[in-house]
């Protein structure tokens, strides 16, 4: 098994829980801990670890803000969200959407965060399974937006008759 390099961007109280549970010798190494999202980026630019644990509301530069530039910077560097609070799940999805590849909340580090980073690192996406419905609600609900006509009632019969005709004069 390969040593997993990983940077903390959270909370004091939430970097302290997280270097508690991963292991202090061995496949994890914990390399770096930083509070904001600028000293992320910093950190993430110098060290290019395989894993970042980002809180997802980091004062300065967010974790939505941030995970371009960590793309582009270490595209190898995949990104775990944390969060201590309750997080809209559009907001999750967002920050999944920009790249990051696994997402937890504080209540979920204990069970969870070993298993997250583990299957990350291996390629895999992590999200809480309660979450999973909430997350798959959300696209339904994108999904049925986005095929929604914009710009009022939309395509009526009537006027695709009248396109019609127009197409069959010209």
């Not at 371009?68 to 910077?73: A, D, K, M, S």
């Not at 070993?114 to 399974?129: F, M, S, T, Y």
């Amino acid at each position: 098994m390969t040593r997993i390099t990983v940077i903390l961007a959270a909370e004091p109280r939430d970097r302290a829980l997280c270097r508690s549970l991963l292991p202090p010798a061995g496949a994890i190494e914990v390399v770096a801990d930083v509070e904001g999202g600028e000293a992320a980026l910093a950190a993430v630019a110098r060290l290019r670890p395989q894993m970042l644990l980002l809180d997802l509301q980091r004062p300065r530069l967010d974790a939505l803000a941030a995970l371009p530039q960590i793309r582009l910077q270490s595209p190898r560097t995949r990104v775990i969200l944390l969060t201590s609070r309750r997080t809209p799940t559009a907001l999750i999805l967002e920050g999944l959407r920009r790249g990051a590849r696994g997402y937890l909340d504080r209540a979920a580090f204990r069970s969870f965060l070993l298993k997250a980073v583990r299957a990350v690192d291996a390629g895999e996406a992590w999200v809480p399974r309660q979450m999973v419905s909430r997350i798959l609600d959300q696209i339904v609900r994108l999904s049925a937006a986005e095929a929604r006509p914009r710009g009022g009632a939309g395509v009526t019969p009537r006027t695709l008759r009248t396109q019609r005709r127009g197409q069959e004069r010209t």
